[in-house]
């Protein structure tokens, strides 16, 4: 009795003994990784396509080019619309799959044979500023968008919207909406983007679905203020020729080659 006796007064003296060494240890473990820098998400490199955004807020304006100064910068080997058509799309993208939340303010030009279904012409990106720079380099290292890193920034007042897009700290360009009073519509559809893929001159498609409401504008104005050497000014003056405010979200699937 008086062995069994020791062995538990042995036992618990052992057993608290481990626990006052255990607390130091848990403290130390603790300091240690709270000392640890954690690394931002906008930091971590970003996976490979498929992407979605869930939600976002984009103004989409169709344009005109000026036909003499976009030819100097359009895609060789590629046939550009009738009437040197495009569009500028400027929006900032909240809830996703694959991507931190971002924003993105480009220009893209019309482009015949890669027509989606539905109707509609193919784009091809121009110039595009992306934020935060790990989106602009995802997006020029899968697809091979022409992309730098801006910011671009949304507001919006009952039917009155106003989005900008700049690059460090220099606004770049602009764009002014005025709603309709009437309701907004439930749309769905596709849209085609076309590059080349990454170091060659093989095209590849890029086939974009989206869902979401769309509000059209019966008045919209653009401003493009980027130096005359800059992309975003090499294209300017632009043509209105109408636009629309669009709430909802959208696709990016890997590129697929087309020829």
């Known amino acids: 009795m ?13 057993a608290e003994h481990s626990k006052v060494i255990q607390r130091p240890m848990w403290a130390l473990l603790f300091v240690l990784l709270t000392m640890i820098p954690g690394t931002p998400a906008g930091a971590q490199e970003i996976p490979s396509p498929p992407y979605y955004i869930s939600r976002g807020e984009y103004v989409v304006i169709g344009i005109a080019y000026d036909e003499s100064r976009i030819k100097k910068v359009a895609p060789a080997g590629v046939q550009m619309a009738p009437g040197a058509t495009g569009v ?12 931190p939340p971002f ?12 027509d989606p279904p539905g109707g509609g012409k193919a784009r091809w990106m121009l110039t595009g500023l992306y934020s935060p720079g790990t989106v602009a380099t995802a997006t020029a290292k899968y697809f091979n968008y022409p992309t730098r890193e801006g910011t671009t920034r949304l507001e919006r007042d009952g039917r009155r919207v106003v989005i900008v897009g700049n690059m460090g700290g220099q606004e770049i360009i602009r764009a002014e909406l005025v709603l309709k009073a009437e309701p907004c ?6 849209i085609h983007e076309v590059t080349r893929k990454l170091g060659s001159d093989t095209l ?31 294209l300017s003056p632009v043509e209105v020729l109408w636009g629309g405010f669009y709430y909802g979200g959208f696709g990016w699937s890997a590129p697929v080659i087309t020829r």
């Open 88 to 99: 500028i799309v400027m929006y900032t993208a909240g809830e996703s799959y694959g991507l």
């Open 185 to 190: 519509q439930r749309v769905s559809g596709m």
């Open 103 to 114: 924003s993105s303010s480009w220009m893209g030009l019309d482009v015949e044979g890669f």
């Open 2 to 14: 008086k062995t069994k006796d020791l062995l538990l007064d042995r036992c618990l003296i052992n």
């Open 204 to 234: 590849q498609l890029i086939k974009i679905p989206n869902v979401g409401d769309w509000c059209a504008a019966e008045s919209t104005k653009v401003e493009i203020s980027a130096p005359a050497g800059d992309p975003f000014g090499q």
